[in-house]
């Protein structure tokens, strides 16, 4: 039996939940250790040595450390490729590159005012400045819309089968609809609420929100 891989951090972690998910839709078997970042355990000599940036998550496979969630991931699919999901990734040079451009959208476009809305409403310790929030929203809608039309020609993001692409939107999006009220920016459009109702209800993901609520 295969060693099981290591991924050090908390399960509500957008990056961390990310990694998850795509552990678990490759079937890869995986020991999580929890990292409590209100104890500055992410800070330890002993954690830097994975992650230096004392961010999470970090990754372990036997002698190889990663950091980064979408390259942790990335790898996990290219070392795993015939396990569990195996066109997740992508399986030729185009079908990866198509899903690697959105994946980039989300981490570049999609994932900055997403994020920032995740941590100003659920998780910051300081008063919520309304301009901040229109603004990200404003930027999060206009994304939104080309992914509205990109979705009325596609089933995913990628093509017509569920890709990583797909999976990587699932951490900022759950909160954005399950735990604030700016939901109806997916809701609201016919194409994206298709497209978000599916993905959101992938049995990987479930099984990651309950790892959350089991946190």
Known sequence: MATPVTIYGPPLSTAVSRVLATLIEKDV?????????????????????????????????????????????????????????????????????NIDQWVETDGQTFGPPSGDLVHDLLFSSVPVDEALIKKNVDKLAKVLDIYEQKLGQTRFLAGDEFSFADLSHLPNGDYLVNSTDKGYLFTSRKNVNRWWTEISNRESWKKVLEMRKNA
């Open 29 to 97: 078997p995986f020991h999580l250790i929890p990292i409590d970042l209100s104890k500055g355990e992410q800070k330890k000599p002993e954690y830097l040595k994975i992650q230096p940036f004392g961010q999470v998550p970090a990754f372990k496979d036997e002698s190889i450390t990663l950091f980064e969630s979408r390259a942790i991931c990335r790898y996990i699919c290219d070392k795993y490729a015939d396990k569990g999901n195996k066109s997740l990734y992508g399986t030729d040079i185009l079908s990866k590159a």
